[in-house]
């Protein structure tokens, strides 16, 4: 099993940036989708999830209204539509695959300067 996530970067206060994870070595439209972040000297906290219909979606509070996650099941792809970027949301950002375990990818860097 293969997560790749892509599309980290630096971006300015207010500015977007769109992440990728790439999905490898599972059935992908079994398994729930997630993104995490972590910043430095903090746990990693969940961002979103969404089920494999898209039918279930769900976001943090600190995210919500700003952020958009979405799937392809036919390209094995994760998406996350990051908008109207606060220096806070500066961190690594993961995906991860959900089923009965649950697979990271090694995760792409966002920082978002003030």
């Known amino acids: 099993v293969r997560l790749v996530e892509s599309g980290g970067g630096l971006a300015q206060s207010g500015g977007s940036l769109r992440l990728s994870c790439s999905v490898s070595g599972l059935t992908f439209s079994n398994y729930v989708m997630k993104w995490y972040r972590q910043a430095p000297g903090k746990e990693r906290e969940f961002v979103a999830s969404i089920s494999p219909a898209d039918d279930s979606i769900y976001y943090s509070d600190s995210v919500k209204g700003r952020f958009t996650v979405s799937r392809n099941n036919v390209r094995y792809q994760l998406y996350l539509q990051m908008n109207s970027l606060k220096p806070e949301d500066t961190a690594m950002y993961y995906c991860?695959?959900?089923?009965?375990?649950?697979?990271w990818g090694q995760g792409t860097q966002v920082t978002v300067s003030s």
């Open positions: 991860a695959a959900t089923l009965s375990s649950t697979y």
